[in-house]
């Protein structure tokens, strides 16, 4: 987890409330993912980042939306949460796309 | 829809044994990964096979990749409690990565 922090670690906030999720890295890496994991999916990219303003989406982007704005920082909100977005949510960072990626410690959300 | 599935999805062993876990992909990929994850934990990277490579080695772990079947097996030899985890096996196509459910092992002291 070295290198990479999630913001909050855990949640707890009600249906139709916005979200906002942080993820700050200090490696200068050029990609940035966001993730969630449910019981019986394994990971489902939610959507990455490829630079600085750039992103794209992912396997399950319906009802979050992304920003990065700096290299070091890369922002997933729920724009009016539902209880169905209740997962942990990982963030990851490579170096290059299809390269090895670096997990935080995750966000554990709750949506009730 | 998932890109890697793994197999079996929970295996139980005795430390000292070896454990094999496997992965059957869909598509053409770019590379294929192999991660571990403690419970509550984020995931940690083992090993990176690009397609171009058939096996790979790091420490006690071993894997093979066989794009003709579309699958690849991680083996962990000598096993020890510590090692007990959830295993997933991820597949790179572009910028896409596609993670398996994961198998499930325990290693009994």
């Known amino acids: 987890d070295a290198g990479i922090t999630q913001s909050p670690r855990h949640k707890v906030t009600e249906t139709g409330t916005p979200v906002t999720l942080r993820c700050h890295q200090t490696?200068?890496?050029?990609?940035m993912y966001w993730y969630r994991q449910d019981p019986g999916h394994g990971l489902r990219l939610i959507h990455y980042?490829?630079?600085?303003?750039?992103?794209d989406k992912g396997e399950v982007s319906d009802g979050y939306s992304v920003s990065r704005s700096k290299t070091e920082d890369f922002l997933l909100t729920l724009e009016s949460a539902t209880s169905s977005q209740t997962s942990v949510y990982f963030c990851?960072?490579?170096?290059?796309?299809?390269?090895?990626?670096?997990f935080g410690p995750g966000t554990r959300l709750t949506v009730l | 829809s998932q890109q890697g599935e793994e197999d079996p999805q929970a295996l139980s062993i005795q430390e000292g044994e070896n454990a094999t876990m496997n992965c059957s992909y869909k598509?053409?990929?770019?590379?294929l990964q192999w991660y571990r994850q403690n419970s509550g934990r984020g995931l940690v990277h083992l090993i990176l096979?690009?397609?171009?490579?058939r096996e790979k080695h790091s420490g006690r772990l071993r894997v093979t990749l066989d794009t003709s079947k579309k699958s690849s097996s991680l083996l962990i030899t000598a096993s020890r409690a510590a090692d007990t985890a959830s295993y997933f096996c991820?597949?790179?196509?572009?910028?896409?990565?596609?993670f398996g459910a994961g198998t499930r092992l325990t290693v009994k002291p």
């Open positions: 490696e200068n890496h050029r990609y």
């Open positions: 096979i690009r397609s171009n490579e």
């Open positions: 990851a960072i490579s170096r290059e796309g299809p390269g090895t990626q670096y």
């Open positions: 598509t053409s990929i770019n590379n």
């Open positions: 980042s490829y630079g600085v303003k750039d992103t």
């Open positions: 991820a597949t790179s196509v572009n910028n896409d990565m596609r």
